[in-house]
């Protein structure tokens, strides 16, 4: 060390401190767990796995992924190299010992194994230094040697390396669990397997679960149930609330919807409850004075979003838009209200149709250009003769959205006919320019 | 020594001097009891909305609308398979009622902004966009068991027997106005309609020509607003201007300036 600091002056001298490296290590990791992958395993002391099955495409490619993160971490100051292959065990090698900072694994990935040296392989130092006494250089050369022979001399580790390197052993990753991530697990002497002892089972877990939840003030977003069977499959079901909840009722009830669809197949050995999404809930004060209309319903919302999915439940909100299309868009069903009090945000004065065509269709009108509504028109094969008619609204394109809507223009026309019925019936283009529409007549809605 | 019995139990009452019941006959004579005390109905008279139109209200047995109980209600001629009209008529309804209000349809086609012009507020309503027509009625059912909402409104085409019972039921237990929207995917299948069903009503909206304005222009529209069926009523119908602002039905002008305007209604409900 004295050598050292005479030949670099102001070098700086640190004890090794692996606790604290350690949990460096763990929090990088939980990083890469918010950022890249669900599922991130430590590889100690200076590595990470990451589980990038499915993940490559939300950053474009693999490459980019991994580009991505050598970028982030070069920025926070860490020299990273990494490798992606098909089991953790190369890509430990390849990160290590490869040719460039970011090595994919390709067709070639056998030749690319194949000349790593053999600290690839992850073993202990003192057999690395003897398989080098023997003249062991490579990992292709120990592929190539006989298996026995080197069992007989090294052990069984040896050989069980070399086949987590080339997939031949499976070699599960231990997942780094966020410490918000609220688990808990029973499991059972005997495995269960009928429907009653299931729900009993279930019971008790939720009442833990929700121990430890209001312990923490945190409620329940999703909630994965996973039952670990006798033949080693899992089968999971994973329900979602509006609302952060921390009922146990509550979160039984929309459990006990979803259980016919586990198959306990021989037997159920583990039970675990995993909230993988989790929101602080504040403690509300209650009244028996004022109704909640919203708390009433949570209950039946969450029912039935998990029964039909949580897309398909849902409100709608004003938004300021011309175009009857995009003037409403749909929020979750139970998003705070926009605006209690005040009116709905559509302008009243304006006729709007109870039926709005999801796409306008278009008729066949007799029609005076340019501002008149049409005396008659055909939809559905239907004629149908204008007897009162309202309009026109204009409706300017948003230029801002699409250059192609810069100068087009929708007139609206509400139309009676003989028997009363309404409808609401537009020309694209403003009747005398030719760049705003091609005058063509379409339906759009159906008043009553 | 000889027994006598009337020595031994005391006196005899009337009651005992009837030969003795079998028990079969004591438990007929037990449900027999249950239901004359179901049939007294004991429960307070059924919540009600009135729909504000005098003629219509004293038409029908409750003085309107009955809550906790499931209505019908179809488009007229054209509008069977739109239900244009019929939806403006339920959003009326809930718009003067309180609380939010759950609306399942297969089809997303309705326009939130013309609820909101017949006074229901898009704050009020959630839709549940549910697969098919046999998943409309299951989540109206949960929505009508749950309780907590003004009302559940189901567009569908298919009414079966059994369901409608089921929601009736539900409506039944917890006050709720379940409405279902009959719609069908062609005009032919509305004869659907003439089937009976376990609903409390069953209205038919269909459109007439509006009022002519001294200027050009369409004014408010005009309904005739028929009822086909309702336990307690005669069928009539009625014709009414459409849902306003706050989701009131309305006389028309020309027929309340009439000395007498109520009967005229009164009279044509009975021609009907």
């Known amino acids: ?70 970028l982030r971490l070069a920025r926070s100051g860490i020299a990273a190299r990494c490798a992606m292959a098909g089991t953790p065990g190369a890509a430990h090698g390849l990160a290590r010992h490869g040719y460039q900072r970011i090595t994919l694994a390709d067709r070639q990935i056998h030749e690319a194994l194949g000349v790593l040296p053999i600290e690839a392989l992850r073993l202990p130092d003192e057999m690395v230094r003897s398989l080098r006494k023997l003249g062991f250089e490579q990992v292709g050369e120990l592929c190539r040697t006989s298996r026995a022979a080197l069992a007989l001399r090294f052990g069984a580790l040896l050989g069980e390396r070399l086949d987590q390197m080339f997939g031949r052993l499976a070699e599960p990753l231990t997942p780094l669990a966020p410490p918000e991530l609220v688990r808990v697990e029973r499991a059972f002497v005997e495995p269960i397997g009928t429907a009653e002892s299931l729900e009993h089972q279930l019971d008790l877990l939720v009442a833990a679960l929700c121990t430890r939840l209001a312990a923490r003030a945190l409620g329940v977003r999703r909630l994965d149930l996973l039952c670990r069977r006798v033949d080693a499959r899992t089968e999971a079901v994973r329900i979602g609330t509006g609302t952060p909840s921390q009922d146990p009722r509550h979160l039984l009830r929309l459990l006990a919807l979803r259980l016919d669809g586990i198959d306990p197949g021989f037997g159920i050995e583990r039970l675990a409850l995993v909230a993988t999404l989790v929101e602080p809930v504040r403690p509300q004060q209650t009244s028996s004075l004022v109704r909640d209309r919203q708390q009433e319903i949570v209950g039946l919302v969450d029912t039935l979003a998990n029964r039909l999915g949580a897309s398909r439940l849902y409100r709608t909100v004003p938004v300021e838009s011309d175009l009857p299309e995009r003037a409403v868009s749909r929020v979750a069903a139970l998003a705070p209200p926009q605006a209690p009090t005040q009116a709905a945000g559509w302008p009243a004065i304006l006729p709007r149709p109870a039926r709005l065509l999801a796409s306008p269709e278009p008729v066949d009108t007799l029609a005076l250009l340019p501002d008149h509504p049409p005396s008659q028109f055909v939809w559905r094969g239907i004629r149908r003769q204008v007897v009162r008619a309202d309009g026109p609204e204009r409706v300017f394109g948003e230029w801002w959205r699409q250059d192609t809507e810069r100068h087009s223009v929708r007139d609206y026309f509400q139309v009676e006919d003989q028997a009363g019925e309404r409808f609401w019936l537009f020309r694209s283009g403003d009747g005398m320019d030719p760049a705003s529409g091609p005058m063509r007549w379409y339906l759009h809605g159906l008043f009553a | 020594m000889v027994f006598r019995p009337e020595e031994a139990e005391g006196p005899v009452r009337a009651e005992e001097m009837r030969p003795p019941l079998s028990a079969r006959a004591q438990t007929v004579a037990k449900l027999r009891a249950r239901i004359r005390q179901m049939e007294r109905d004991e429960r307070p008279p059924p919540a009600v909305l009135p729909f504000g139109v005098a003629a219509l209200d004293q038409w029908l047995p409750e003085r309107g609308l009955r809550l906790g109980a499931l209505h019908e209600v179809a488009g007229g001629s054209g509008d069977a398979v739109y239900g244009a009209a019929a939806a403006l008529f339920v959003a009326g309804i809930l718009a003067r009622l309180e609380g939010p209000v759950l609306w399942c349809l297969t089809y997303p086609d309705l326009f939130a902004p013309a609820l909101a012009g017949a006074g229901l507020h898009p704050d009020r309503v959630i839709y549940a966009e549910a697969g098919d027509e046999t998943a409309v009625l299951q989540v109206m059912e949960e929505g009508l068991r749950h309780g907590g909402l003004a009302g559940v409104v189901g567009e569908t085409g298919r009414l079966p027997m059994t369901a409608s019972r089921r929601l009736q039921l539900a409506a039944e237990a917890t006050g709720g106005l379940g409405l279902v929207l009959r719609r069908w995917r062609h005009a032919g299948a509305a004869e659907q309609f003439a089937q009976p069903s376990a609903a409390v009503s069953r209205w038919r909206i269909a459109t007439l020509p509006s009022a002519p304005l001294p200027v050009t222009g369409v004014g408010r529209a005009r309904w005739r607003v028929e009822l086909l069926r309702c336990r307690g009523a005669e069928p009539g119908f009625w014709d009414l201007e459409a849902c306003d602002a706050q989701g009131r039905l309305a006389v028309p002008a020309e027929l309340v300036d009439r000395p007498v305007a109520a009967a005229a209604g009164q009279r044509r409900a009975a021609a009907g």
């Not at chain 1, 599922?39 to 939300?58: I, K, N, Q, R, Y």
């Open chain 1, 1 to 70: 060390m004295a050598q050292g600091q005479a030949r670099v002056p102001g070098l700086h001298v640190h004890e090794a401190d692996p606790a604290a490296d350690q949990a460096a290590l763990e929090r990088l990791g939980l990083w890469c767990l918010r950022r890249y992958s669900p599922l991130v395993a430590l590889d100690p002391p200076d590595g990470l796995w990451l589980d990038a099955t499915g993940v490559g495409h939300l950053f474009g490619d693999d490459r980019a992924m991994l580009e991505d993160l050598v």
